[in-house]
């Protein structure tokens, strides 16, 4: 689900709007593959990545004279961790680290998206996490198979591992889902994840998309795809190319506060609603856009995120520097962050 930077730059290789020719460049993309920096169970270890980051991005200045003339105005990075650029999975800890200072200029391609957050910066653009396209489609039942299951939920509801206490992960929705939910009939909900998990989403009518450690989840782009409307748990979220997925039309918001309410909210929504809701999750376009597939198509999360770059063109001319003029601190951060890759 953070491999979202690989693909672009797959994409991007082969990519039409691709230019060899730096000066007829709109924008700069910097792989860095900060992702890839992994702890022994194959989870992204971000501690690092501001290090990674500042070494490439010193790197790109030293040699070449395009990040120096805006300081990285012109550049996009995708930075798919849990809170982007914050390099942090706990909130607590991301927020105080911020954004790092380098990157405060560029603009950057994240999943996290969350309103009135230190972590999200004006004019980024906000994409869903990476989903297997062609795992998901060989998993595919056929569309008029009864959907049986009222809601479904497989995923962790503590993580006893980093948050032994309780109550932190998740900000407490996902315990909450379970205390008030684990025997009740119309959940099927559980920690297990059984070989026929996407079989089971397009079984479901809704699917409980709730925040973990950041409010971004890759159920989001599952339900999309399987049909299942979507009960999206995560407080002030911004979610991916809201100009082409009518996320209001199609899911069902509850504030975290309300899940012990959770079975109220659903059974009280009409038929007539659950079934507009899942025709509009019919549309091919809508569930394209949800997905980084090889080779790219036309619509897809690629190219969702290329109409976002074209929205913010052209480049302001108050971007570029004068010669010689600095904006940015290069000693600003932590001092750790400071080492050399």
Same mark, same amino acid.
Request: charged residues 25%; hydrophobic residues 35%; proline residues 11%.
């Given at each position: 689900m953070f491999a979202a930077e690989i693909y672009m730059q797959r994409f991007l290789l082969s990519s039409?709007?691709?230019?060899?020719?730096?000066?007829?460049?709109?924008?700069?993309?910097?792989?860095?593959?900060?992702?890839c920096d992994l702890t022994p169970n194959g989870l992204p270890l971000p501690f690092k990545s501001p290090r990674m980051m500042r070494s490439a991005i010193q790197l790109i200045a030293s040699n070449w004279p395009y990040w120096n003339r805006t300081e990285g105005a012109d550049h996009f990075f995708v930075v798919p961790h849990d809170f982007g650029a914050c390099f942090h999975y706990q909130e607590e800890k991301a927020i105080g680290r911020g954004i790092l200072p380098l990157l405060q200029r560029a603009t950057l391609v994240q999943t996290f998206g969350q309103r009135n957050h230190v972590c999200l910066k004006e004019g980024s653009i906000t994409v869903p996490p990476y989903a297997p396209p062609q795992k998901m489609q060989s998993h595919l039942i056929p569309g008029k198979t009864p959907r049986s299951i009222f809601v479904y939920f497989r995923g962790l509801f503590y993580d006893v591992g980093n948050d032994p206490e309780g109550g932190y992960y998740a900000r407490g929705a996902r315990a909450a889902v379970w205390e008030?939910?684990?025997?009740?009939?119309?959940?099927?909900?559980?920690?297990?994840? #059984?070989?026929?998990?996407?079989?089971?989403?397009?079984?479901?009518?809704?699917? *409980?998309?709730?925040?973990?450690w950041a409010p971004w989840s890759p159920r989001l782009v599952e339900a999309v795809i399987f049909g299942c409307i979507p009960v999206i748990i995560a407080d002030d979220i911004v979610l991916p190319f809201a100009d082409a997925i009518p996320w209001e039309d199609i899911g069902v918001f509850v504030d975290e506060k309300d899940v012990p309410y959770l079975d109220t909210i659903l059974t009280s929504i009409p038929p007539e609603v659950i079934l507009r809701k899942q025709r509009l999750l019919a549309n091919p376009s809508m569930k394209q856009a949800m997905l980084f597939p090889q080779p790219a198509q036309p619509g897809d999360a690629f190219h969702q995120v290329l109409n976002g770059l074209?929205?913010?063109? #052209?480049h302001d001319r108050s971007v570029y520097l004068r010669p010689g003029e600095k904006l *940015?601190?290069?000693t600003a951060g932590p001092v750790a962050?400071?080492?050399p890759w």
């Open positions: 039409p709007v691709r230019t060899l020719n730096p000066e007829e460049a709109d924008w700069f993309y910097v792989p860095v593959y900060t992702t008030n939910f684990k025997d009740n009939p119309l959940f099927d909900i559980s920690t297990e994840h #059984p070989t026929t998990y996407y079989e089971d989403m397009q079984r479901a009518i809704f699917c *409980l998309c709730p925040l973990g074209a929205r913010k063109l #052209p *940015l601190n290069w962050d400071l080492k």
